[in-house]
């Protein structure tokens, strides 16, 4: 993982705003080094639970909602604060700024950096979003360092047992596995959202694929005000990024409170 440390506002916008330039970069922003992981081995092993919880949620929480393939089912899962193995990732870099700085660094915290990784997604393996309740084959595609699904329809399964199948087939792969969801929701399609999906949860393996095939930014904590104040005038706030009513709730108790 190549760093780049800055200590100061405009070097940093200039930084963005070349990143930006370039229309396959995607981007993670984070304040702690555990974001890296996905909520479903961050504080708590539960890989080995994970198709139980999938499984529960979709008994339950279809009642709620309803879900066209399976990455749309486990998107919404981890919306709604199931733990799962979905990392979210953007297409825009200011958009993965406002997250790596949203929360403040405590006073405490010996660490002093906000950190954005990206990548470029042509050196991704790509999957595509038709991960309907169906059985499927992963085959490669015929273009260069790329994978798609393509889907063989065998029998019906539910979706937590479609997820359990594919993650099977989805081998070792020692590059980042991205997946581009439909703009299902508000939040996905305001925050320009995609997702990687950890093939390895083994913390470890996890953290040397992420960490051979990133880069990452460094952000002085001393830089948040400010950059804040820039993000908000461009639009890049909790009330366009996070549009919920919880979520603007706790902007507004973090402003005046």
């Known amino acids: ?5 800055f200590n100061d506002e405009e070097s940093l916008l200039i930084h963005i705003r070349e990143l930006a330039k370039n229309p396959n970069n995607i981007y993670r922003g984070y304040n702690k080094d555990n974001e890296i992981y996905p909520q479903l081995i961050r ?27 399976d990455i749309e089912f486990l998107s919404t899962a981890q919306h709604y604060g199931l733990p799962t193995r979905l990392l979210d ?3 825009n870099p200011f958009i993965a700024l406002f997250f790596a700085i949203y929360n403040s660094k ?15 997604i042509t050196k991704c393996n790509l999957f595509n979003n038709e991960m309907n309740p169906t059985r ?13 699904l393509e889907s063989t329809y065998t029998k019906k399964l539910s979706h937590a047992e479609g997820l359990k199948v594919r993650f099977k087939k989805f081998g070792k792969f020692n590059k980042l596995c991205v997946v581009k969801p439909n703009f299902t929701n508000t939040r996905i399609t305001m925050q320009q959202g995609l997702f990687v999906v950890p093939v390895e949860l083994e913390k470890e393996k996890h953290k ?4 051979t095939n990133t880069h990452r930014i460094l952000i002085h904590k001393s830089l948040r005000q400010a950059l804040l104040n820039y993000l908000n005038v461009l639009g890049f706030n909790t009330f ?11 902007a507004i108790k973090n402003k005046y409170c």
């Open 106 to 120: 405590e006073d405490t915290d010996s660490d002093e950096f906000y950190k954005i990784m990206y990548c470029d």
């Open 240 to 250: 366009r990024l996070m549009p919920d009513l919880p979520s603007i709730c706790s």
């Open 208 to 211: 040397t694929i992420i960490e």
């Open 1 to 5: 993982m190549e760093d780049k440390i």
């Open 43 to 69: 504080n708590n092993d539960l890989s080995g639970q994970e198709f139980e919880l999938l499984s529960e949620f979709e008994k339950y929480g279809l009642t709620y909602f309803s879900a066209s393939n």
């Open 136 to 148: 499927y084959e992963i085959k490669k595609a015929q273009s260069k360092d790329t994978h798609f």
């Open 89 to 91: 990732f953007t297409l």
